[in-house]
């Protein structure tokens, strides 16, 4: 219960006007009286809470734990400005606490100063004290009648000239606005109930505790972060660096270029070397040889489809008759058939970048060979400039290990394949066609292919 040296203490921290003028929140706690739960009906009501003022929420954190180092351990906050702090609590009542003062204020407030006294038993009175709406600090109180009194005197003291509205359930205050204590104290309010404070102790314990692991763990995270950085950055590298791309088609490909071009020639020489100028009454027109096969072309000059089907060439795999005759004519008519060209077997078909020449080497023999068969007569020879292989739309100056391809090509007489022979290792041959010049009547053969070299040193 409150002392007479009440008033002192009330002016002395707040002087006349007690909102204005209070001192920090973080003031050493005085000696107060412990708080005082008391069940109203089925509902348990706390009074005397010390009330504070406080200017910051850093005020009202630190003074938190500063009253719980002095036993308190139940906390309200009403408004933005003021906490009330409890200890003491009876915690055999098994209901909730609630502030008694902060239900009053939510409930039957209505600004301005007021008095709220009950009568709660023969002997208990209690005094509430608000200004608009908040509990005044050290005028929430319980006590005999005559303590309550007194402190009502103290109150209108302070407060003389001022208006004061006085509400409650006792005959011993005139012009008191009669209210009845069930009514006031009825079901309580969420916003009164008080809160347990925070274990400072534990936290700080716990935090002693936890700054290695937390150090440990950050440091883990920090790196398991930046290793995730890191292989994303290596994934973005990887998928904007063009070698990634080539790498994976590169090797594949040159597994696809097919034999060396001096094999391949030698097979397609031993196909269109046994195909006879005439068959059956059809003359041969035209040879062509691409990889695994050789195309050949016959034109009638006597006899007919059964015939040549009854006596086809030798090695012929598959005969399409593919111009039955010109106009209205049947006598005019040609037959395509197809030989197959055998690997030679046991020779390997695929490339290796690392056996192949630079550009500069596969040029030089390459021109070199070309320029020789230019000198034959009505010899025509070309080489076009070499491009990356496969194209992946790079450039060669962009990539580590890039593979170039150059094509070229001879067109003379037959006579001077019999004894031709590549001078390049690193060369496929695309395609080679015999036919016969109408005008010459001389057999003349086109040789295509391609040739292979490293595209920079590596």
Not at 209 to 225: E, H, N, Q, R, T
Not at 243 to 267: F, K, W
Not at 343 to 354: D, H, M
């Amino acid at each position: 219960m409150a002392s007479s040296s009440t008033l002192e203490r009330w002016k002395s921290r707040f002087g006349k006007s007690e909102r204005t003028k209070s001192e920090p929140l973080s003031r050493n706690a005085q000696a107060i009286d412990g708080a005082k739960s008391i069940l109203i009906g089925r509902h348990h009501y706390v009074f005397v809470l010390d009330w504070r003022l406080y200017n910051r929420s850093s005020d009202l954190s630190r003074t938190m734990r500063t009253v719980q180092r002095l036993g308190y351990t139940h906390y309200l906050t009403a408004a933005m400005d003021i906490a009330g702090f409890a200890y003491g609590i009876d915690r055999k009542i098994k209901q909730k606490p609630h502030s008694a003062a902060m239900h009053l204020a939510e409930t039957s407030s209505r600004g301005g100063l007021e008095m709220f006294v009950f009568r709660i038993t023969e002997t208990l009175y209690s005094l509430t004290v608000l200004s608009e709406s908040k509990p005044v600090p050290h005028f929430d109180q319980v006590g005999s009648l005559g303590e309550v009194m007194a402190l009502i005197q103290e109150y209108k003291a302070l407060q003389s000239g001022q208006a004061i509205r006085y509400v409650g359930n006792v005959e011993e205050l005139l012009d008191i606005e009669k209210m009845p204590l069930s009514d006031a104290f009825g079901l309580p309010e969420p916003e009164a109930a008080l809160q347990g404070l925070p274990n400072y102790q534990f936290r700080i314990q716990l935090a002693v505790i936890m700054v290695p692991v937390v150090l440990i763990a950050s440091a883990g995270s920090y790196w398991w972060f930046s290793q995730k950085q890191k292989i994303e950055r290596q994934r973005l590298t990887q998928q904007q660096d063009p070698n990634l791309v080539y790498e994976r088609q590169v090797d594949s490909a040159l597994q696809q270029i097919g034999p060396d071009g001096n094999l391949a020639l030698a097979r397609w020489r031993e196909v269109f070397g046994k195909l006879p100028v005439t068959r059956s009454g059809w003359r041969l027109e035209k040879v062509v040889c691409e990889k695994d096969s050789c195309t050949a072309n016959w034109r009638r000059e006597s006899g007919s489809v059964n015939d040549f089907k009854s006596n086809p060439p030798a090695g012929m795999v598959s005969m399409l008759q593919s111009k039955p005759q010109s106009g209205d004519s049947p006598a005019q008519a040609l037959i395509e058939t197809t030989f197959s060209v055998e690997p030679p077997a046991g020779v390997e078909l695929s490339r290796k970048r690392n056996e192949l020449p630079t550009s500069d080497q596969a040029e030089t023999v390459l021109t070199s060979q070309l320029q020789d068969m230019a000198l034959l007569p009505e010899a025509q020879v070309t080489l076009k400039p070499p491009e990356l292989f496969p194209g992946t739309g790079a450039t060669v100056e962009q990539l580590t290990r890039p593979v170039v391809r150059g094509e070229w090509s001879i067109t003379h007489e037959l006579w001077s394949l019999g004894d031709f022979r590549l001078n390049l290792p690193a060369q496929a041959l695309q395609s080679l066609t015999i036919q016969l010049d109408e005008k010459t009547k001389n057999w003349v053969y086109t040789l295509t292919g391609h040739y292979y070299a490293k595209g920079k040193k590596y």
